[in-house]
């Protein structure tokens, strides 16, 4: 059976164009393909393809809100962001999400097919500038000795929310403290890590981890 891969991009063209290659792909199909997560969302749930191809920019909900949304109810599924965004916010806000892989647009027919065979086996297929980016990353934001004991238990807490991808108004939720009180939280990370965005922060939180 091939794999079934679906496509959620509202621009008509590539989406069909890219359907197109991976059809003609062995091992592959592409199932179906939308123009809007608000279109997709419910169809993706009942269909439950082996992977999605998602673009970020979207009309009404972006992709990296659709694959925070869809992610955590079809874990099985993999999500792989083909967009025109190649910046560090972009990438580590959709892979914090639960995005799998992360393409850049211009990606030609092999590329495209070779990152498909690489999900499929279980990788997380770059596009070489994007990875080239991720390593820059995390050589610029690793935290220095000491940065992980400089945050409180709160403040701990809530960066490792901010790193499965959970919005503020989650946060407030999930710990019954006051969207003031989280914001408050935020900038004091953002202080002691010495960092200017959400991105940057999961960044540094990744090198605290222990492995």
Sequence with gaps: MPT??????????????????????PGFSC?????????????????????????????????????????????EIQFVMLTVYGDADHVFDALAAGATGYLLKRTNRPTLLAALQEVKAGGSPMSSTVARQ?????????AKVGDA???????????HLLSLGRQNKEIVTQLGISPSTVATHIRRIYEKLQVHSRAEAVG???TMVPR
């Design 149 to 159: 004991d400089r945050l409180s238990d709160r403040e701990r807490e809530i960066l």
């Design 31 to 75: 199932r179906n393909h939308y123009g809007s997560a608000e279109e997709a969302e419910p169809r993706l749930l009942q269909q439950r393809p082996d992977i999605i191809l998602m673009d970020i920019k979207l009309p009404g909900r972006n992709g990296i809100e659709c694959v925070r949304r869809l992610k955590p109810q079809i874990p």
């Design 134 to 142: 991720v390593v820059q990353f995390f050589q610029q934001t690793r």
């Design 4 to 25: 079934p891969v679906a496509i959620v991009d509202d621009d008509d063209v590539s989406r069909s164009l890219w359907a197109d290659w991976i059809d003609q792909a």
């Design 204 to 206: 540094k939180f990744a």
